[in-house]
């Protein structure tokens, strides 16, 4: 299969036109575009929830979704698949699942309780995932005000959290002010899609991407630079006092917020403070390849080939992502299959970004896709569930709280993003 890839990827000139449909041997798993997938979402999304609530994460029995208010970091993750599921009926003409579903009303529905969070939210940082539907429904009117007005009042939220002594957004508020904390999952709060740029002229593509972040978001609409210094300056410091010299990542690091000293460098959802959760480092995978991608820092794409080494050099031999890298095997350690679905997007990011360098990293690129589809493949043979309401079982929520062999709304998400960015760079059929 390596070789096959190779052969297509070497049709990439660049993501700017369209990429021949070439590939046949680069298939993913059947579930990846089963019927059952609309029929779920639909049900969810078909559901009443008085007032307003979100799927967060299932049960552990029969996987029944657990809603959750709207003023929760998760909200936005539904909206999303909705979004995805619109944008998959157009990629996938003629799956009878999709036709006949209003996917983009659903989508539209589902996010308007998030709305009354722009001016008051308990989500702190997290307004970076609370801003994907409005940024997924400027990628269809880029003139929606509504869309627009909640883009800029959340960067807005997320810039004031930022310390310039520090050089980072604060993650979680802390009982002591100066003790300004930062968590390796805000590097998906500095992404920037391809289609933003794509409003302002910048660049023009054809092919789709997964997440969408405020402050570049906002940046591209007010042409405030602010926002996207604040955007680099945070990934640099992230880069140097997050990332372990072998790759790996610690969960949180701890600043004084006068001095911007560094205090502590630990875990919260993780095993150890020395050891390596796996969603954190695959937050870091995705957030540093799109680091790059839109500011062409090189160190930002380095450390995403760091990270992604370490995350692929200790993979199991069964080729399940663990919660954490590191943690005992006896008793045995769960699985994370969000962490499985986020490193798989990251990596086929990261992909694309080696076909731009000149020359470009065809090995690289190969290596990184492939292991991104091979980690769908498993972690589908794992945890694909018919009976449960959410797609994928088997995900980690928090380890340490005991949450865990959950399903959870954003492994869901990006399972299907992952196939459908696959299907738009022509590497695989519906």
């Known amino acids: 299969m390596l070789v096959l890839i190779t052969c297509a990827l070497t049709l990439f000139s660049s993501f700017t036109s369209a990429i021949p449909h070439k590939v046949d041997n680069v298939v993913l798993p059947v579930e990846a575009f089963s019927p059952l997938i609309a029929q779920k979402i639909l049900a969810t999304a078909q559901s009443t929830q008085s007032p307003s609530k979100y799927p967060q994460y299932t049960d552990r029995g029969v996987g029944a979704w657990q809603f959750f208010s709207p003023d929760t970091w998760t909200t936005g993750f539904f909206p999303s698949t909705l979004y995805a599921l619109s944008t ?74 930022y310390n310039p002594i520090v050089g980072c957004t604060r993650s979680w508020d802390a009982a002591d002010p100066t003790d300004f904390q930062v968590i390796i999952d805000n590097m998906m709060n500095l ?15 054809d092919a789709c ?11 591209a609409l007010t042409k405030n630079e602010t926002l996207r210094d604040i955007a680099i300056s945070h990934a640099k410091k992230t880069m140097i006092n997050h990332l372990r010299p072998d790759g790996s990542s610690f969960h949180v690091v701890d600043y004084n917020s006068t001095t911007g000293a560094v205090i502590d460098q630990r875990t919260s959802q993780g095993f150890a403070d020395n050891s390596t959760w796996s969603r954190g480092q695959a937050w870091g ?27 692929l050099d200790n993979m199991p031999s069964d080729g399940i992502v663990p919660w954490d890298f590191n943690a005992p095997l006896n008793p045995p350690r769960p699985a994370d299959t969000s962490a499985a679905m986020i490193a798989a997007n990251g990596l086929i990011l990261l992909a694309q970004q080696e076909l731009t360098l000149h020359p470009p990293n065809i090995v ?6 492939a292991s991104a589809i091979d980690i769908i493949k498993k972690t589908t043979t794992l945890a694909w569930k018919p009976s449960w309401q959410s797609l994928l079982s088997n995900g980690t929520v928090n380890n340490p709280a005991r949450n865990n062999l959950t399903g959870i709304v954003y492994g869901d998400y990006y399972f299907i993003r992952a196939a459908n960015e696959l299907v738009s760079m022509g590497l695989t059929p519906c």
Not at 145 to 152: D, G, L
Not at 285 to 311: H, P, S
Not at 364 to 369: A, E, H, N, R, V
Request: aromatic fraction near 14%; charged fraction near 20%; glycine fraction near 6%.
């Open 88 to 161: 998959r009926a157009k990629l996938c003409k003629g799956d009878r699942s999709l036709d006949g579903t209003d996917w983009l009303g659903l989508a539209r529905r589902w996010s308007a309780a998030e709305i009354p969070l722009e001016t008051k939210t308990g989500v702190g940082h997290d307004v970076g995932f609370l801003s994907f539907p409005f940024m997924d429904e400027l990628d269809v009117n880029p003139d929606n005000q509504t869309a627009i007005a909640a883009v800029n009042k959340f960067a807005t939220a997320l810039a004031a959290r």
């Open 191 to 205: 992404q920037v899609d391809k289609h933003i740029l794509m409003w302002t002229g910048r660049e023009k593509t």
């Open 209 to 219: 991407c997964f997440v969408l972040q405020v402050l570049f978001a906002s940046y």
């Open 285 to 311: 995978i995705y957030g540093f390849a799109n680091m790059y991608k839109n500011t062409q820092i090189f160190d930002f794409l380095e450390t995403a080939r760091r990270m992604a080494q370490y995350f």
């Open 364 to 369: 690289g690129s190969t290596t990184y896709l």
